[in-house]
């Protein structure tokens, strides 16, 4: 079967230097970024969620896969990675059936994590997701897609107490499973990052960046990082705009909150042009 124009590209990117996937939640920041010259885009859970009035990690499935689906349709020139999370299932083969279900979306990848979303228990045990991620991988391979697997170690933000030496133990094993690229995000030093490269076997990895931790995409790219991305950073940034203006409103009765607004002069002549060129 041959592959999509859009995953091939998705391949291309990996192969050398290191590119930014920014994660867009919605149509309009989608069309925005791409028209900002990005060559990938990535779904976000948490970003998404808010728009659903959900918190992250509780947008069902068909929801989910639902808005996939759309922002692959709102960007059909360029490769949409999928936040998959951990693929809505605890077992190898509900999460084979769910990844087939999402590769259905014309995603150019998606990502599978470690995490159960359970207090108690907030990992898979090793061997378990070793065989998850066989089982995503095994799942997209039957497709004859050539959807690239992500695969994620979420030791540093479920609290491990050796969230470095765990998630390299375990993006070491998830490359020799099958995942494409990999991933464990919450590092944030250069040297760290570098120690899940070196974990990978030469396999591309994610650097996951939410904050400034003062690291510059040239930095990230001397670490070893092939691709780099956002999460719901940006998602974040507009909320946390939108909520310091209306706490403002509310609190003091001030509009002060607006005072960074600027007209809306650069949105409508760019969606404008951009519909145009959809059309």
Not at 187 to 210: E, R
Request: contains cysteine.
């Amino acid at each position: 079967m041959a592959h999509s124009p859009q995953v091939e590209a998705f391949r291309k990117l990996h192969e050398a230097g290191c590119f930014v996937m920014p994660n867009p939640w919605d149509l309009g920041s989608a069309r925005w970024l791409r028209g900002q010259g990005f060559k990938a885009l990535a779904t976000t859970s948490a970003g998404f969620a808010f728009t659903q009035a959900r918190a992250d990690q509780d947008v069902p499935r068909d929801m989910m896969l639902a808005h996939i689906a759309e922002m692959v349709k709102a960007v059909p020139d360029l490769p949409v990675n999928a936040d998959f999370e951990n693929g809505y299932a605890d077992t190898p083969d509900g999460v084979a059936a769910n990844v087939k279900l999402c590769v259905a979306t014309g995603v150019a990848g998606l990502s599978i994590e470690d995490a159960t979303g359970r207090e108690a228990d907030p990992l898979y045990p090793f061997e378990l997701a070793v065989e998850r991620v066989k089982a995503a991988r095994k799942a997209i391979d039957d497709t004859g897609s050539g959807v690239l697997l992500t695969a994620r170690a979420e030791c540093f933000l479920t609290g491990h107490p050796e969230p470095l030496k765990e998630a390299a133990r375990r993006i070491e094993a998830y490359a020799a499973a099958g995942a494409d690229v990999l991933y464990a995000p919450g590092p944030k030093t250069a040297a760290d990052i570098g120690t899940i490269v070196s974990a990978a076997g030469g396999k591309p990895v994610n650097a996951l960046v939410y904050g400034d931790f003062g690291l510059s995409v040239a930095d990230i790219a001397t670490a070893g990082a092939r691709r780099i991305s956002i999460g719901g950073a940006l998602a974040r940034a507009a909320w946390a705009a939108f909520m310091e203006a209306t706490r403002l409103i509310a609190e003091e009765g001030s509009f002060k909150g607006f005072a960074g607004n600027g007209p809306s002069a650069p949105l409508n002549p760019f969606f404008t042009k951009d519909l145009e060129a959809r059309s």
